[in-house]
């Protein structure tokens, strides 16, 4: 069983920056593939970005892409995301998520954080 804790969040002004992490519990978190998701006020949650076991591959929805950056530190058992240039669109809670499976366009996850807001001013 892994518990995912999310931080991080907050109010930030546009094009401004933000640094979420997401602790997780567990000796096996290592050998997850991690990811990040959001879910904006009266729409479905979508995929953010994903990292693998090691932090030597990440995968971004187009949107986040090129501003956002995934990344881990497995001796802290901790993921991270550094989001940079924010936009109003960027506002929702976001969500730590952890193992990972399928394929772009399909992810699933067996583990979830409870989620931070993060709210962009224009």
């Known amino acids: 069983q892994v518990q995912l804790v999310e931080s991080g969040g907050g109010l930030v002004q546009a094009g401004g920056s933000l640094r979420l992490s997401c602790a997780a519990s567990g000796r096996t978190f290592s050998s997850y593939r991690m990811g990040w998701f959001r879910q904006a006020p009266g729409k479905e949650r979508e995929f953010v970005g994903t990292?693998?076991?090691?932090?030597?591959?990440?995968y971004y929805a187009d949107s986040v892409k090129g501003r956002f950056t995934i990344s881990r530190d497995n001796a802290k058992n901790t993921v991270y995301l550094q989001m940079n240039s924010l936009k109003p669109e960027d506002t929702a809670v976001y969500y730590c998520?952890?193992?990972?499976?399928?394929?772009?366009?399909?992810?699933?996850?067996?583990?979830w954080g409870q989620g931070t807001q993060v709210t962009v001013s224009s």
């Open positions: 990292i693998n076991w090691s932090g030597g591959s990440t």
């Open positions: 998520a952890g193992d990972l499976r399928g394929a772009v366009g399909s992810w699933s996850a067996n583990y």
